[in-house]
């Protein structure tokens, strides 16, 4: 071998470590920082989402007599601002009693309604105002919903309308199908891409769980 062969042939293989080494040394994904199991749930069941490829599904499981859901709400709104815009949010009212399917029937009436701007003054009626918004019986629960929404400008008639319409009685169905089938125990939830879970306990805070969601929507608009 010529000294020239040799000083080119030692010099790719120092080329080929450096990348090696370069490759080793490369930044972990955002996603290294957080612990599978204790900051966030790979679930044991994932489920389908709807949105269109390319995006990644962010869902709340909420209710609206949840204090601790009421507290996160606030946040929750502000993300919704500055998220990533390949990130679709999306609500999710649990459904384990008649309370819960009553305050579901109320939200899916204020999307069908088209005034998401009720859904703060929603929590705010319940937690600040002491209104139920439930109650034992059907009618009696009905009979509030309309008052407070008539409180807030929506006629009998468009509530009537909604309140019965069959989209609205589909999605609560979903939802409680949903609240099953992620096996959710206690709110607020937030499920990403139908595949992890985590909250603000698992995540250390409610700035920790925002980021966290953040990094979860990142890793799966990757794949």
């Known amino acids: 071998m010529t000294t020239h062969r040799a000083l080119v042939l030692i010099a790719a293989l120092f080329a080929g470590s450096w990348t090696l080494d370069a490759c080793a040394r490369a930044p972990e994904p955002a996603l290294a920082k957080w612990k599978a199991g204790t900051n966030y749930q790979l679930l044991a069941a994932p489920q389908p989402t709807s949105v269109p490829a390319g995006k990644v599904e962010v869902s709340e499981v909420f209710w609206y007599g949840c204090g601790h859901c009421y507290a996160l709400d606030p946040a929750l709104e502000n993300w919704k601002a500055e998220k990533p815009a390949y990130v679709e949010f999306v609500r999710i009212p649990v459904i384990w009693g008649a309370a819960h399917r009553q305050h579901a029937k109320l939200y899916y009436t204020l999307q069908a309604l088209r005034r998401p701007d009720l859904h703060g003054k929603v929590f705010?009626?319940?937690?600040?105002?002491?209104?139920?918004?439930?109650?034992?019986?059907?009618?009696?629960?009905?009979?509030?919903?309309?008052?407070?929404?008539?409180?807030?400008?929506?006629?009998?008639?468009?509530?009537?309308?909604?309140?019965?319409?069959?989209?609205?009685?589909?999605?609560?169905?979903?939802?409680?199908?949903?609240?099953?089938?992620?096996?959710?125990?206690?709110?607020?939830?937030?499920?990403?891409?139908?595949?992890y879970s985590t909250s603000v306990g698992e995540a250390g805070g409610t700035p920790e769980l925002l980021a966290l969601i953040n990094d979860l929507a990142a890793s799966e608009k990757n794949r």
């Open 124 to 195: 705010d009626a319940i937690h600040q105002q002491g209104l139920q918004l439930s109650a034992r019986d059907e009618v009696t629960a009905r009979a509030e919903q309309l008052a407070f929404l008539g409180s807030q400008g929506v006629s009998e008639k468009d509530f009537n309308a909604t309140y019965d319409s069959m989209s609205v009685a589909a999605n609560v169905l979903r939802a409680e199908d949903l609240t099953k089938k992620y096996a959710i125990a206690n709110v607020p939830v937030l499920i990403v891409n139908g595949k």
